[in-house]
Structure formats: structure tokens, C-alpha cells
């Protein structure tokens, strides 16, 4: 997988905000707020990255368990997914 053009990560008075820039104006109108884990997991995605490579992060960044740390990806790429900011 891998973040479409377009897409950057702002922080802004300690907001984290996913928004589109250049010609990704054009197809997304708006931004993404991310919690401290979403942008954790975004700048980890700055190149190639698949879901275990995402999951393993969280699992070493984050004291959980397995199954909460896929969950908690599998729902952040989802979101991602739907609103056309990765590509498979």
C-alpha cells in the first residue's frame, strides 16, 4: 500500500490533520483529523508499508495486545481507504 500524492501530515496547535494538497485539491475536499496513534502510524507510511508492518509498529510503540493493535489498523486504513488517501 502506499499514500497517494498529494497527502500531507500538519500538526497545528496540537492538532494532527491529514490534508490534501496540489492537484489532491481537486478530488479531496476537507482534511483528516488523527489522534497521537493515526499520526504515529502515518509517518511510518511515508513509503511502501503493508498492514503488519503497520501492526508490529503499534505493537512495539504501544503497550497492547495483538488483536486490539489489527483492529486499530484494519479501522485506520479502512478510513483511509474510503476517502482515497491510500491506494492497494
Known amino acids: ?6 497527502f ?11 490534508v490534501p494538497i496540489g492537484k489532491a485539491t481537486e478530488e479531496f475536499h476537507g482534511m483528516i483529523r488523527l489522534n497521537d496513534t ?10 511502501e508499508f ?3 508492518t503497520l ?15 489489527q483492529d ?4 485506520f486504513l479502512n478510513n483511509l481507504i474510503e476517502n482515497g488517501i491510500i491506494q492497494k
Open 1 to 6: 500500500m502506499r499514500v497517494k500524492e498529494g
Open 8 to 18: 500531507v501530515l500538519h500538526t497545528v496547535c496540537d492538532e494532527n490533520l491529514v
Open 38 to 47: 493515526g499520526a504515529f502510524l502515518w509517518k511510518l507510511m511515508d513509503s
Open 50 to 52: 503493508s498492514k503488519e
Open 55 to 69: 501492526v508490529t509498529a503499534l505493537l512495539s510503540e504501544y503497550d497492547v495486545e495483538q488483536k486490539e493493535a
Open 72 to 75: 486499530t489498523v484494519e479501522a
